[in-house]
């Protein structure tokens, strides 16, 4: 065979080598994008309630998949996802996180519509509107994993940071009474180092507050309280890199 026919052969296989691989993977992201959606409705399409650890190991694979570039092509956004959620939500997780533009949860986790009760404030704090939101998606929803979730470089925590070391310096009366209430976890976290960074101040207070709030949530509401008691519900902290977009979840 001369070398130009062997050439044509090897570059044939080649090319039938890449169709290939092409139709597995798609014929794979196809199944992986079925087998999420499927264990979030059932196989007859009833809602199904996701238990707290397995919901957990789902958002860590979403994120996974988000961090790593390798996003389900269709989590649940398209038109046949928006026909089902006519008939109702069933999220199988609650995040309460900051409404900073720069971290929608949703893509985070690598998730589609109706899968996550996101509740955001500046610096995902707890009024009694945010508890209550919660409350619904434990109480009357399908969400048995409650996520608090704090960020890397949060603004609500920096401007707390900054209040702090220069109070004449405060900006406007709404403003102010959301920073003020971030300042018990700056506290703190300044506690445990005198000598931190503001960089490490800001990322440890914004942990320390993501704890709070944890704590915060039991404390309030007794439904909640009892249910996490009977191992029927769990709440963890959470921290988004926004470098990385990788998530770290941590007790509270």
């Known amino acids: 065979m001369r070398r130009s026919n062997l050439t044509v052969f090897f570059i044939v296989i080649a090319v039938l080598g890449l169709v290939v691989f092409a139709a597995l993977y798609f014929s794979h992201q196809q199944k992986i994008d079925k087998d999420v959606n499927t264990e979030l409705t059932g196989k007859d399409g009833q809602a199904v309630i996701i238990q707290p650890e397995k919901a957990l190991e789902m958002l860590k694979a ?52 109706g899968q996550l009760f996101v509740v955001r404030n500046a610096g995902n704090q707890l009024y009694s509107d945010t508890l209550g939101s919660i409350e619904y998606a434990a109480l009357h929803s399908t969400s048995r994993l409650i996520v608090v979730m704090g960020h890397q470089s949060c603004g609500a925590v920096t401007a707390a940071v900054k209040l702090l070391r220069q109070p004449e310096n405060g900006a406007t009366p709404a403003l102010n009474s959301i920073v003020c209430t971030l300042i018990p976890a700056v506290l703190i976290a300044g506690k445990k180092d005198l000598n931190i960074s503001e960089d490490q101040l800001i990322d440890d207070a914004v942990k320390e507050n993501v704890r709070m709030v944890c704590r915060a949530i039991l404390q309030s509401s007794e439904p909640i309280r009892k249910m996490s008691a009977a191992g029927k519900l769990k709440i963890v902290g959470a921290y988004a890199d926004l470098d990385s977009g990788k998530i770290e979840f941590f007790q509270p």
């Open 62 to 113: 979403g994120n996974r998949r988000y961090a790593s570039g390798n996003r389900l092509k269709d989590p649940g956004v398209g038109r046949e996802a928006r026909r089902m959620l006519l008939k109702g939500q069933t999220p199988f997780a609650t995040i309460l996180a900051c409404s900073d533009s720069r971290f929608p949860p949703e893509l985070f986790f690598d998730a589609g519509l």
